[in-house]
């Protein structure tokens, strides 16, 4: 089990610089000034040198590559030629928001995604089944921007349940520190304001709950399939010949080995969600790092899309790592092989 | 265990619920004077820094305008500039020095005092490549102003005076001076901060920052201290929700009090709205078609008059602007001082362009290039659409235009170079004077590549015109010097000039005393809450 972990940590070094070499390569070969892109009409040809020699553009492409490296070595993201900002500051900002949001959605998607999906596989062919897997499909076919602004409509204009957007209720002017608002305003619920808590927590309903359809519906549908399948398996037929109650078949014999499939997707799912959700977050008004990750890139601001993208696929391929260990402590077969 | 882990999640939304109101709560306000409030304003974007000499977005400079002020700036609504850290200020007779009296007792929000040394560091770190604080730069507007090639030095006579010593005549300097980028800096907490003085900003303004919370929303409280009066809000708070109808449906709940630019197809709606007020104003820009004048077959007047009939501006605003946009007929905008409203535009008349085609030796038409932005611009809303627009109305005269698009740099640089035939681009303006438009964008010495004149078209008597009004102090005399020159503009058609963006505030009903800046600016100086 150790030498597994030990490997499968090996391996995060090569990847990582793989995914470093590719954001700056495919940075670099994207066509366009970034120096012309931030100026814009106004610009004339002197401001235009100075920001290239500033920005360290007027250099072969080997040495701009030779110096990146040597920041990403010491983790030093830069400044943002947009903002002036520290990227790595950015990311501290924006990513935390990113994170609790996806949290939050994928709590809510495995958990009613794998009850869907036991309950259609154990009523194959009724209703329930019907019904549910017509659910997902509009799950995963509805655009998220219409959906969300949709949800606010209903719940949020017309049943006045939930707020329309942001993380906290602005006028609070309560300043988070973490940037994980959960964490910042819980110490406050024994300060007698518990009002902060319960205002991030409010605010995190509609957003989150958006952002689950889609994880969501591929949940209940990878569940329904590969718990079906499992359920034709030979020791099943033994385990029920057996005399032991429907419910214990399913949830202590079958449905630990059917959820394998299930943790990848979760995994992955996770991943994709991590990289930012820019509708949702523009919508619902979420500062994450997804909406701050697409401004940089039509701003071409070199320094915060490297920093973003190589802290979002680190933070991928981490996922995967602990999805691979969770297999291991699942399924001890993959743990010797 | 589950179910006691539900029951918790349940109670807790439950709880939340009961905290909900707090939502709607909207003012803090004691009693049912003017004074006190708080006001929300919800914007599509964040500043990206609140150091008013490095930035050149306008969502940066709305709260700038808040927490800084100038020697002059703009009187409210219009593009006059007035006094304001400068209590007057004198010309000398050959135009090229400026004197200063500054107004006494006014305190930065860090206690320093504002003092003819602040006012000459505010410029000098902008233009001194030895300044200790010129490499905090890039210093975007200084340049984009080329104030550079105006201003020679700026020197403290006294405590209280300051001269600026111009190279040049420069009738518009004192625009200029109104802009964002010319308000006075503590020099004190400019030095402190260094490169993160765009996150600490302190100016003289009624308002100072409180709280910075990036990609969400910027806190400004009252500045108790304020030389100024009539400022009655507690708090303003700058909100970021990047969705236009999601802002629309937050001011419907009441959590903002004010949105920006709400999408046009809300507007409908928000003018049904009973407690809502919709603001609107004409934005200081322009969307405009250049025609390549340094190739054939642009050279020729009659070819471009027949393009100004070919093209109807009624559908392109219809498709393309929406509520938002008004027909173009000059190159400067209508609430500009200097607009001269006596221009009859050209009408939409196919058969009339196809005639001088024809008189210009093209019976049969021609085929062209017709260039489209890859990007949203405030002056125009989708440059491709209107180049399809276009594209089939010129077909209907006989010319074939193909539509050709780059990358927004690369199609700056192309154009800038003179690499297309018919381009679509605009303008907005920065400073409020006609000289930043017309000079900018259609003099002789704007049409040397880079160009900022990407018709390439060089009239003499045209440059003439706007050379003289750039060097005559008198307003009144300049405007009509520039009335002149939009004839000679109408006659040789180098632009079909397309549209004016209009822009849209709106706001509850009970916040008061709010003006439209012609300026596409937003400024709370004076607003208040009624009960």
Redesign the interface.
């Known amino acids: 089990m150790f030498r597994f972990i030990l490997k499968r940590l090996a391996l995060l070094f090569p990847t990582v610089f793989g995914v470093v070499t590719l954001v700056f390569f495919m940075i670099a070969l994207t066509?366009?000034?970034?120096?012309?892109?931030m100026?814009?009409?106004?610009?004339?040809?002197?401001?235009l040198t100075?920001?290239r020699q500033?920005l360290g553009l007027d250099k072969p492409l080997a040495q701009q590559y030779g110096l990146y490296l040597k920041r990403i070595v010491k983790l030093d993201f830069g400044?943002s030629i947009?903002?002036?900002?520290k990227v790595a500051d950015?990311i501290r900002?924006?990513f935390p928001?990113t994170i609790e949001l996806t949290i939050f959605a994928m709590i809510i998607a495995s958990l009613l995604g794998i009850w869907i999906g036991v309950l259609s596989a154990t009523h194959k062919n009724t209703w329930i089944d019907v019904g549910s897997m017509m659910g997902a499909l509009v799950g995963v076919s509805m655009p998220i921007?219409w959906l969300a602004?949709v949800m606010?409509?209903i719940f949020?204009?017309g049943l006045?349940?939930?707020?329309?957007?942001?993380?906290m209720?602005?006028?609070?002017?309560f300043?988070?520190h973490t940037n994980f608002y959960l964490i910042d305003t819980f110490p406050y619920l024994f300060k007698g304001h518990?009002?902060y808590f319960?205002?991030a927590?409010?605010h995190l309903?509609l957003p989150s709950v958006c952002l689950a359809t889609i994880p969501l519906a591929i949940i209940a549908r990878t569940t329904r399939s590969s718990l079906l399948e499992v359920l034709k398996q030979d020791y099943i037929k033994t385990v029920r010949s057996a005399g032991v109650k429907e419910r214990r078949v399913i949830f202590r014999y079958a449905l630990r080995n059917a959820l394998l499939p299930v943790i990848t997707v979760i995994g992955l799912q996770f991943g994709y969600l991590l990289s930012g959700a820019v509708l949702t977050e523009?919508?619902?008004?979420w500062?994450g790092i997804g909406?701050?990750l697409y401004t940089a890139i039509q701003a071409?601001d070199y320094p915060a899309v490297q920093g973003g993208i190589i802290v979002i696929s680190t933070s991928f391929i981490l996922i995967n790592l602990l999805v691979d260990l969770l297999y291991s402590l699942i399924n001890p077969k993959i743990r010797l092989s | 265990m589950k179910k006691a882990l539900m029951l918790l999640l349940v109670l807790l939304m439950g709880g939340s619920f009961l905290f909900a109101s707090g939502d709607k709560e909207s003012n803090d306000k004691a009693s049912s004077s003017k004074e006190g409030g708080v006001l929300v304003f919800a914007r599509s974007n964040d500043a990206v820094g609140l150091d008013p000499g490095t930035e050149d977005d306008g969502e940066s400079f709305y709260p700038i305008r808040h927490i800084y002020e100038g020697l002059v700036a703009f009187k409210p609504g219009t593009t006059e500039p007035e006094p304001r850290l400068a209590e007057s200020w004198e010309v000398s007779a050959d135009g090229l020095t400026y004197t200063f009296h500054l107004r006494s007792g006014v305190k930065f929000t860090d206690g320093t005092p504002m003092n003819a040394d602040a006012v000459v560091y505010s410029f000098e770190r902008q233009f001194k490549e030895d300044h200790p604080a010129y490499d905090q730069g890039p210093w975007k507007y200084w340049g984009y102003m080329s104030m550079s090639d105006i201003v020679d030095s700026v020197v403290a006579l006294d405590d209280m005076t300051v001269q600026m010593n111009l190279q040049k005549v420069e009738a518009p300097l004192l625009n200029n001076l109104s802009m964002e980028f010319a308000v006075i800096v503590s020099p004190t907490a400019s030095a402190k901060y260094g490169d993160d003085f765009k996150n600490n900003p302190v100016g003289t303004g009624p308002y100072k920052m409180v709280s910075w919370t990036k990609g969400d929303s910027i806190v400004l409280e009252k500045n108790a201290d304020y030389w100024g009066e009539n400022i009655f809000l507690d708090r303003i708070i700058f909100k970021v929700i990047p969705d236009a109808t999601a802002r629309w449906l937050a001011l419907q709940k009441g959590e903002v009090d004010i949105i920006d630019l709400p999408s046009p197809e809300d507007l409908d709606a928000i003018r049904a709205d009973a407690n809502v007020d919709l603001v609107s104003g004409a934005g200081l820009n322009v969307g405009y078609l250049a025609m390549n004048t340094a190739k054939k077959p642009f050279d020729n007047k009659l070819v471009r008059q027949a393009i100004n009939y070919a093209i109807n501006k009624d559908d392109i605003i219809k498709g393309v602007y929406g509520d938002s946009g008004q027909a173009a007929k000059n190159p400067i905008p209508p609430t500009m001082w200097g607009y001269n409203d006596d221009i009859v535009p050209y009408e939409y008349n196919p058969a009339k362009a196809r005639e001088l085609l024809a008189k210009a030796g093209y019976p049969n038409g021609f085929s062209t290039t017709l260039w489209a932005m890859p990007v949203v611009r405030p002056y125009n809303p989708n440059a491709k659409k209107m180049a399809e627009v276009m594209q089939e109305q010129l077909k209907a005269v006989g010319i074939t235009a193909e539509i050709v698009s780059y990358e927004w740099g690369t199609y700056l640089d192309k154009t800038d170079n003179g690499e297309h035939d018919m381009a679509l681009l605009g303008w907005g303006g920065d400073n409020g004077d006609p000289d930043n438009f017309l000079w900018v964008l259609l003099s002789e010495p704007a049409a040397i590549p880079p160009a900022g004149n990407i018709a390439f078209w060089k009239n003499a008597e045209f440059t003439a015109l706007c050379k003289e009004a750039k060097e005559t102090a008198d307003l009144a005399t300049r405007a009509e010097l520039y009335k002149k020159a939009q004839v000679i503009f109408h006659e040789e058609c180098p632009w079909v000039p397309v549209a004016h963006s209009t822009d849209y505030v709106a706001m509850k009903k009970n916040v008061k005393g709010f003006v439209m800046s012609p300026l596409a600016r937003r400024e709370f100086y004076h607003c208040y809450l009624e009960d």
């Open positions: 066509p366009g000034d970034p120096a012309r892109v100026l814009g009409e106004r610009a004339s040809e002197k401001q100075e920001l500033q400044r947009r903002s002036g900002q950015d900002t924006y928001a921007f602004l606010i409509m949020s204009v006045d349940l939930f707020p329309t957007g942001s993380r209720n602005v006028r609070f002017f300043q988070p518990p009002e319960l205002s927590l409010h309903v523009t919508i619902f008004a500062p909406k701050w071409r």
